[in-house]
T-cell receptor
Framework: GAGVSQSPRYKVTKRGQDVALRCDPISGHVSLYWYRQALGQGPEFLTY????????KSGLPNDRFSAERPEGSISTLTIQRTEQRDSAMYRCASSLSRGGGNTIYFGEGSWLTVV | AQKVTQAQTEISVVEKEDVTLDCVYE???????LFWYKQPPSGELVFLIRRNSFDEQNEISGRYSWNFQKSTSSFNFTITASQVVDSAVYFCALSEAFGKTDKLIFGTGTRLQVFP
């Protein structure tokens, strides 16, 4: 697609429910990232995929968070047993390849509110 | 450890004023990349510029200019003759050059409000 597409744009869920956030990267982009941005803060790295391989998940806060990219294109970030502290904007990003300071293009983000 | 500091939380100016957004970074890498992104009120994150650590030449793009000074670990962003449409949160970010990813380390952002 023309840009990084994320869905849903807005999600309100009850505490304890599972949520799945979807990301469709720019066509042909090998690298895919998930970031989380709390209000008033900069985005913080969660995880990185090179094709379908999850090569860095050091930013995932705990084991309730997981991500996959089974065919090297669309990715899903899943949060199990959501808690109020999970409320934030979740941003997906992609770049053409890894290394060398490639420009990372971000989607519009998915706002998650846990009530 | 890598770190980006944007000490200015919020700046307010009147249209047509010039404004400079400060960015100071820390890294032990000798090769790295610096970025600026714009987050308008609509919420998307828009890429503005990428600069590698070997290129200290200042860059100008229309009303935007960037001043990279390795000696002070700063990568400041100036908007000349600001306009209301420049109102946004601006983020400075850093990435390592030879790591296994291009993950970005962001500052906390500077909110710029331009009043008519």
């Amino acid at each position: 697609g023309a840009g990084v597409s994320q869905s849903p744009r807005y999600k309100v869920t009850k505490r304890g429910q599972d949520v799945a956030l979807r990301c469709d990267p720019i066509s042909g982009h090998v690298s895919l990232y998930w970031y989380r941005q709390a209000l008033g803060q900069g985005p913080e790295f969660l995880t990185y995929f090179n094709y379908e391989a999850q090569q860095d998940k050091s930013g995932l806060p705990n084991d309730r968070f997981s991500a996959e990219r089974p065919e090297g294109s669309i990715s899903t970030l899943t949060i199990q047993r959501t808690e109020q502290r999970d409320s934030a904007m979740y941003r997906c990003a992609s770049s053409l390849s890894r290394g060398g300071g490639n420009t990372i293009y971000f989607g519009e983000g998915s706002w998650l509110t846990v009530v | 450890a890598q770190k980006v500091t944007q000490a200015q939380t919020e700046i307010s100016v009147v249209e047509k004023e010039d404004v400079t957004l400060d960015c100071v970074y820390e890294t032990r890498d000798t090769t790295y990349y610096l970025f600026w992104y714009k987050q308008p009120p609509s919420g998307e994150l828009v890429f503005l510029i990428r600069r590698n650590s070997f290129d200290e030449q200042n860059e100008i793009s229309g009303r935007y200019s960037w001043n990279f000074q390795k000696s002070t670990s700063s990568f400041n962003f100036t908007i000349t003759a600001s306009q209301v449409v420049d109102s946004a949160v601006y983020f400075c970010a850093l990435s390592e050059a030879f790591g296994k990813t291009d993950k970005l380390i962001f500052g906390t952002g500077t909110r710029l409000q331009v009043f008519p």
